[in-house]
């Protein structure tokens, strides 16, 4: 069975500080999508990443990098020079490569940056 | 394009009442889900669907019920609407292992 851990329940930066948020996952497929999702005040599910489990290299798009370490079922996710504007939820998922895809959720970890 | 529409945005109802939720997207995605969200649980899967006629249950199906008549349309029905079922909804829409994209949500009361 599918189980994404986010061990961070809370977590407060001061701006421009970097921060780094834990996704640790468990499945029995050997090949897999990871995701992240960032949930703002406003409450949408905004996409971050999609990253598929053959691909182990690091990804950066602007201050977000991702490392993806499959040998510790890792996926974790570092906004570099936090800012104000970064204060939401952030979840990780996991969803099956094949069949309905469906999307195992973490319970994510509530990002405060404070100005 | 509209992308992923859910209708309505808030919504109040009285132990044992019945509605639908309305779930609608344009993008002529095969798959089509369903989320209820609370605190400190994440999202969790409620149905989902893999086309036009094919629905399955998901990890909290109980209490709701669908239907998928068309590519567009995912309405999430609640029998018999429960205190337990206070939550926000939120309605997904993707290609066959695409990237899944999420309507605005639901906020649903049920006193």
Same mark, same amino acid.
């Given at each position: 069975?599918?189980?994404?851990?986010?061990?961070?329940?809370?977590?407060? =930066?001061?701006?421009?500080?970097?921060?780094?948020?834990?996704?640790?996952?468990?499945?029995?497929?050997?090949?897999?999508?990871?995701?992240?999702?960032?949930?703002?005040?406003?409450?949408?599910? =905004?996409?971050?990443?999609?990253?598929?489990?053959?691909?182990?290299?690091?990804?950066?798009?602007?201050?977000?990098?991702?490392?993806?370490?499959?040998?510790?079922?890792?996926?974790?996710?570092?906004?570099?020079?936090?800012?104000?504007?970064?204060?939401?939820?952030?979840?990780?998922?996991?969803?099956? *490569?094949?069949?309905?895809?469906?999307?195992? *959720?973490?319970?994510?970890?509530?990002?405060? =940056?404070?100005? | 394009?509209?992308?992923?529409?859910? &209708?309505? /945005?808030?919504?109040?109802? /009285? &132990?044992?009442?019945?509605? &639908?939720?309305?779930?609608?997207?344009?993008?002529?995605?095969?798959?089509?889900?369903?989320?209820?969200?609370?605190?400190?649980?994440?999202?969790?899967?409620?149905?989902?669907?893999?086309?036009?006629?094919?629905?399955?249950?998901?990890?909290?199906?109980?209490?709701?019920?669908?239907?998928?008549? &068309?590519?567009?349309?995912?309405?999430?029905?609640?029998?018999?609407?429960?205190?337990?079922?206070?939550?926000?909804?939120?309605?997904?829409?993707?290609?066959?292992?695409?990237?899944?994209?999420?309507?605005?949500?639901?906020?649903?009361?049920?006193?």
């Amino acid at each position: 069975a599918q189980k994404v851990t986010q061990a961070q329940t809370e977590i407060s =930066v001061v701006e421009k500080e970097d921060v780094t948020l834990d996704c640790v996952y468990e499945t029995r497929d050997t090949t897999y999508y990871l995701f992240w999702y960032k949930q703002p005040p406003s409450g949408e599910l =905004v996409f971050l990443i999609r990253r598929n489990s053959f691909d182990e290299q690091n990804e950066i798009s602007g201050r977000y990098s991702w490392n993806f370490q499959k040998s510790t079922s890792s996926f974790n996710f570092t906004i570099t020079a936090s800012q104000v504007v970064d204060s939401a939820v952030y979840f990780c998922a996991l969803s099956e *490569f094949r069949g309905a895809n469906n999307l195992f *959720f973490g319970t994510g970890t509530r990002l405060t =940056v404070i100005p | 394009n509209a992308g992923v529409t859910q &209708t309505p /945005k808030f919504q109040v109802l /009285k &132990t044992g009442q019945s509605m &639908t939720l309305q779930c609608a997207q344009d993008m002529n995605h095969e798959y089509m889900s369903w989320y209820r969200q609370d605190p400190g649980m994440g999202l969790r899967l409620i149905h989902y669907s893999v086309g036009a006629g094919i629905t399955d249950q998901g990890e909290v199906p109980n209490g709701y019920n669908v239907s998928r008549s &068309t590519t567009e349309d995912f309405p999430l029905r609640l029998l018999s609407a429960a205190p337990s079922q206070t939550s926000v909804y939120f309605c997904a829409s993707s290609l066959t292992g695409g990237t899944r994209f999420f309507g605005p949500g639901t906020r649903l009361t049920v006193l």
